[in-house]
């Protein structure tokens, strides 16, 4: 079967935000006007995914509330759509927990998500499919079962390269404060999540500089043990430099481009009170802090890596790289992180992501899926109206609660609504 062709690339603008504007600018010389792109899931199909025996459902445009009790499979359903975006959850979520239990007892255990995406004038089908890797895998050893992948575009089997950024989404949670206050991890891999679903360069680069990384890092204590020599270092030190000097390099004009975004959000939530500004700290030596060229990167990476050689050998490790970098969020100079209050720190997170839409909007052309989980719950009156506000803009808005007494009841007039229950949508 012949691979139809996917969407890559910038398409036409959209109609802007109503909490702050952005001008749509792609690859920096092509402007569009205020047209609104469709982009918008039709058909979602699950199978065995988590609380979801089989469903199958046509999402509608606009703005749809799905509501219901605690653990009736609202987030289930909006992480299914994360997946379909990119192909992975989680990564405190193995890819066996989202396949159903009853039907992990099964010989042959599996979970599909799959899903209509209308792009413009073009139709995709988007499928992961999540399955044993043996079917040797016995009931006892389902806690620990091995998962193998198969993601496909068009019923055609593809690299995680190829599919992720078909489907655009930003995901809003109350976790999402932890990406504020909690350790530089989850910070570098919002990043990555974010450039790969508009940059399948920066993906390719992050998959490689991974490997390097794992091999370096084994020939490190190689090194170490006597059994190979430092001389050996300097291939895989350019390898390292090569793909991570990328991952730098994009993610500085990523993060650029959300703090100016991410400013007049927060100052409007906060009336002004609070001013954003959000700093990356690469992982490069001093010498990062003036390089904001791809070859300066390269040069600096390059001479941080010589300085460390005798501390890395030491210690058996790489000690120098994008593995290593963090971002953090102030407010007149003071690291929320640190000193925020959890509630500064939720505002902070909630102008992260509706400035990431607005990022990934000028990188496409697109206006991404908006996913909010539950997220009104722990908002004041004053943001939650707020909220609803900025939300009314787009394309496709999926939003869960426990009941629907928080939203104003003219957005609840526009919104379809459904309720969930044990896993089944009316």
């Avoid at 990043?191 to 890092?217: C, G, P």
């Avoid at 084994?218 to 170490?224: D, E, G, S, Y």
């Avoid at 010589?306 to 790489?318: F, I, N, T």
């Avoid at 719950?377 to 869960?400: I, K, P």
Wanted: neutral net charge.
């Amino acid at each position: 079967m012949a691979r139809e062709p996917g969407f890559r690339g910038p398409q036409m603008g959209c109609c802007p935000l109503p909490i702050f504007p952005v001008e749509l600018v792609v690859d920096r010389t092509v402007r569009y006007g205020h047209w609104r792109v469709s982009l918008h899931i039709g058909h979602l199909s699950l199978k065995n995914f988590r609380n979801y025996l089989g469903l199958e459902f046509d999402l509608p445009a606009g703005i749809s509330v799905f509501h219901g009790a605690n653990a009736q499979g609202k987030t289930n359903l909006l992480e299914s759509i994360c997946l379909l975006a990119t192909a992975r959850l989680s990564r405190r979520t193995p890819d066996r927990e989202l396949i159903n239990w009853a039907a992990i007892q099964e010989p042959m255990p599996f979970a599909r998500v799959s899903s209509e995406i209308q792009r413009k004038e073009q139709k995709l089908h988007l499928e992961v499919i999540l399955m044993p890797r043996s079917q040797a895998q016995s009931q006892s050893d389902a806690s620990a079962m091995p998962i193998q992948k198969h993601l496909r575009v068009n019923g055609v089997d593809c690299r995680a390269t190829d599919f992720i950024g078909q489907l655009n989404t930003v995901m809003f949670s109350p976790r999402d404060v932890d990406l504020i206050s909690e350790e530089p991890a989850l910070r570098r891999r919002y990043l990555d999540i974010t450039n790969s679903q508009v940059d399948s360069q920066y993906l390719r680069a992050l998959q490689r500089y991974n490997r390097v990384l794992e091999r370096r890092n084994f020939l490190l204590r190689r090194i170490a043990s006597r059994q190979a020599k430092p001389g050996e270092m300097d291939f895989w030190d350019q390898e390292l430099v090569r793909s991570g000097a990328y991952i730098v390099f994009q993610r500085r004009r990523s993060l650029v481009k959300l703090s100016e975004l991410s400013a007049p959000i927060h100052h409007r939530l906060t009336d002004g009170r609070e001013p954003l500004a959000i700093r990356y700290y690469p992982n490069l030596g001093s010498q990062a802090s003036g390089a904001d060229t791809l070859e300066g990167i390269m040069e600096a990476f390059s001479e941080a890596l010589r300085a460390a050689r005798e501390e890395e050998l030491a210690r058996g490790v790489s000690l120098i790289g994008p593995h290593r970098d963090d971002l953090r969020f102030l407010v007149e100079g003071i690291d929320m992180g640190t000193f925020g209050s959890r509630g500064q720190q939720r505002t902070i997170a909630l102008s992260l992501k509706l400035a990431e839409s607005g990022f990934m909007r000028t990188q496409t052309g697109e206006m991404p899926v908006l996913l909010l989980d539950d997220v009104l719950s722990e908002l004041d009156e004053t943001r939650r109206h707020q909220l609803l506000d900025a939300v009314s803009g787009y394309e496709q808005v999926l939003m869960t609660a426990t009941d629907l007494d928080r939203f104003l009841p003219g957005f609840l007039t526009r919104a379809e609504k459904f309720k969930i229950e044990n896993g089944a949508i009316s």
